[in-house]
């Protein structure tokens, strides 16, 4: 159970009145009246590129602020808090399994995968028993075979590395795991078969899946799809 005691009767992500413009630009990246995400919920995210997806999301994990409006997660209003403690925030709470999976080359899969519990006390302490047992019991989940865990990540091809960048985001228990386009590297029915294992591990910990694609050939293995063309009033720009 996760010390961040949070009441899964509100939304765990809510935008109002959200508005983002880089610097130096003339008009808004993102305007967005109203978005939100309950618990438990497998949210997927579609629109083409330059739509203001990569932006949404560093909206969501704090990357970036918003210029005007409230972005909440989990109760916390993330335009509120420093970078910081956005950066802290983000490392207890959001597993994010980049579109090109940012695992650390120099290190082994394990080590890889236990790494967000090195940056965060709460999500380590979400885990029963031993880091590492807890990282083989997520593999073993996901399909990785025994035999490619003790080489170089690198080493391995692209649909184990996405597994492994999927455990990484999953262990410690985040209650937000979100996925950007993840899957595009792979055929379709690899596509499938991984968001499936992915979900169902989502909802075996109770993490909130976000997924984030411009593939629209993926929205009928999600319970809700959000066209963010529509949602952004802003036309978006990337």
Not at 22 to 36: C, E, M, R, V
Not at 52 to 78: D, W
Not at 137 to 152: F, I, N, Q, T, Y
Request: hydrophobic share 40%.
């Amino acid at each position: 159970m996760s010390s961040n005691q949070f009441d899964s009767n509100r939304p765990v992500i809510e935008l109002n009145n959200v508005i983002f413009q880089w610097p130096n630009s003339d008009s808004a990246t993102l305007d967005i009246k109203q978005l939100s995400v309950m618990t438990n919920e497998h949210v997927f995210i579609k629109g083409p590129s330059g739509c203001g997806k990569s932006t949404l999301l560093s909206l969501l994990t704090g990357i970036n602020a918003a210029t005007q409006g409230e972005v909440q997660l989990l109760g916390s209003n993330l335009t509120r808090l420093s970078s910081s403690q956005r950066d802290g925030f983000r490392a207890d709470n959001i597993g994010y399994i980049f579109q090109q999976f940012n695992l650390l080359p120099y290190l082994s899969v394990i080590e890889n995968i236990v790494l967000p519990c090195q940056f965060s006390n709460q999500r380590k302490n979400n885990v029963v028993g031993s880091l590492t047992a807890r990282a083989h019991e997520l593999l073993d989940k996901l399909h990785l075979p025994k035999s490619v865990r003790a080489k170089p990540v690198i080493d391995l091809s692209i649909g184990q590395q996405q597994r492994v960048a999927a455990a990484r985001a999953l262990i410690g228990e985040p209650k937000i795991v979100i996925a950007d386009e993840p899957t595009s590297a792979l055929d379709y029915d690899n596509r499938s078969a991984f968001i499936e294992l992915l979900m169902d591990e989502a909802d075996r910990v109770g993490s909130t899946l976000v997924f984030v694609s411009h593939d629209p050939t993926l929205e009928s293995l999600f319970e809700r799809v959000i066209h963010l063309p529509t949602l952004n009033r802003a036309g978006g720009q990337q």
